[in-house]
């Protein structure tokens, strides 16, 4: 089974803080997503990556950067968090053109 | 622009009858759709899909069915089950890549 790793269920920090999301997937996928999801809004993509050192914007990537310098690694970064990043966010990883595996969500509160 | 929309917020249904799920999608590129289903407090899984070269797929209790010229696919879930208590999300990808556009899901409640 695959699996996909979110470091942090549960993350409150304050507003200006940079902040790090990680998640790790063992199952060698070539593709790496974060998604948001709010309530009403569904998910929405922020970025993607295809490969190593590789990343492309999403829907959303105002306020964000990510960091895959590793294949079965990659990271969200909240430059100066704000509140309105208060969210549930979520990876994913998948091979080309398959259905994505989701981790278990990080709900980050930002004060 | 919102180019996967699921309308309906939520939906109930008794146990044992049919649940029915809609989507509509605008971007007439995408060939490739999904359902997910999300529990509370987890990520969403995968649950079923359907490329545009087919109308209808199925597994077990559950059957998507495609209609391109009306740009609308449904999931079907008979019966349904208290477990399938959960919110569905639907999903679309065109061939230019592996990006996929969600919709804002629809929480199903199956009452015993």
């Known amino acids: 089974d695959v699996k996909v790793t979110q470091s942090s269920r549960y993350l409150v920090k304050r507003t200006g803080e940079k902040v790090f999301l990680e998640c790790v997937q063992d199952?060698?996928?070539?593709?790496m997503f974060w998604y948001r999801q709010d309530p009403g809004l569904g998910l929405r993509l922020i970025y993607f990556s295809y490969d190593v050192k590789m990343k492309e914007k999403g829907d959303i990537p105002e306020g964000y950067s990510v960091s895959r310098e590793k294949k079965e690694r990659f990271s969200l970064i909240l430059e100066s968090a704000s509140t309105n990043q208060t969210s549930m966010y979520l990876c994913a990883s998948s091979d080309r053109d398959q259905p994505q595996h989701f981790g278990d969500g990080t709900r980050l509160s930002i004060l | 622009d919102q180019q996967v929309k699921q309308n309906s917020p939520s939906l109930s249904v008794q146990e044992g009858r049919i649940s029915i799920l809609n989507c509509d999608y605008t971007n007439s590129m995408f060939d490739y759709f999904l359902w997910y289903k999300k529990y509370p407090a987890e990520g969403p899984t995968f649950l079923i899909s359907i490329s545009s070269i087919k109308d209808k797929n199925e597994d077990g209790r559950f059957t998507v069915f495609l209609n391109k010229s009306a740009k609308h696919l449904s999931l079907h879930i008979v019966p349904s089950q208290p477990g399938d208590s959960a919110v569905y999300f639907c999903a679309a990808s065109a061939n230019t890549g592996n990006q996929f556009y969600f919709g804002t899901g629809t929480s199903l409640t199956v009452i015993p």
């Open positions: 199952m060698d996928h070539e593709n």
